[in-house]
C-alpha cells in the first residue's frame, strides 16, 4: 500500500528540503492518526500522491530521527483535547527530510467529542532546529533501551527548567527566536 520508512543506511545521503516561505502544510486526520485530508503543498514536498496518503496513518513521514517520547506527548496532549505545537522532522517518500514548526489543533463535533485533528506546518528556523535537535538525540539514545525513562527524562528536563508542557517549551523555543531576530535586526542600524 505504502512505504512506510527507508532504510536507515540512506539517510547518509539524504538532503534536506525546505518549505517556501509563507508556504503551510495542511493536513486532517483522524483520532487514530489517518490522514483525511491533505493540501497540495504537504503532498509536494512529501512527495506522495493523493492514493498513497488517503486514509493512512500520518506516520509515513515518521524520520528515524524523532524520538516516540515527543509523538507520545503531542498524542496525549490531542487526545486531552488540548491544541499543541511542535517541532517535527518529517522524511519525504524519496529519503530526503524536512523540519518543520506544526501547530495541531483538536476539531470536536457538537457534542464536544473530539472528531480530528487538523495540523498546519511552517518552516522551521535554523536557530530552533539547533536548539532542539540535541535534546531529540538524547531522547533517541535513551529510547533504545527504554522509552518510558525517556519520557520520563523529557518531563525532568521541563521541571527542571520550569517548564510545564512540550507544548510551552516549542512556545519558548520559537519566542527565543523572534527575541534574537528582532535584536540581530536592530543591531544592523
Do not use: C
Not at 138 to 155: G, H, K, M, S, V
Request: glycine share 2%; no cysteine.
Amino acid at each position: 500500500m505504502y512505504n512506510k520508512k527507508v532504510d536507515n543506511k540512506f539517510h547518509l545521503f539524504s538532503k534536506e528540503v525546505k518549505l517556501l516561505k509563507n508556504t503551510k502544510t495542511i493536513t486532517r486526520t483522524d483520532t487514530k492518526g489517518n490522514i483525511l485530508y491533505f493540501n497540495h503543498t504537504f503532498s509536494d514536498i512529501s512527495g506522495y500522491k493523493r492514493e498513497e496518503l488517503m486514509r493512512v496513518p500520518q506516520s509515513i513521514l515518521r524520520h528515524s530521527d524523532m524520538p516516540k517520547t515527543v509523538f507520545y506527548l503531542i498524542w496525549k496532549s490531542l487526545l486531552a483535547g488540548h491544541d499543541t505545537n511542535a517541532i517535527i522532522k518529517n522524511m519525504t517518500k524519496e529519503g530526503n527530510y524536512y523540519w518543520q514548526k506544526t501547530k495541531f489543533h483538536v476539531q470536536k463535533d457538537n457534542q464536544n467529542r473530539t472528531i480530528s485533528f487538523l495540523s498546519e506546518g511552517t518552516q522551521t528556523q535554523k536557530e530552533e532546529i539547533k536548539k532542539i535537535e540535541p535534546l531529540y538525540k538524547e531522547l533517541l539514545e535513551i529510547e533504545q533501551y527504554d522509552t518510558d525513562n525517556a519520557i520520563r527524562f523529557f518531563l525532568d528536563f521541563l521541571n527542571a527548567n520550569n517548564i510545564a508542557t512540550y507544548n510551552d517549551y516549542i512556545l519558548r523555543i520559537e519566542n527565543n527566536n523572534k527575541k534574537s531576530s528582532f535584536f540581530s535586526s536592530w543591531l544592523k542600524f
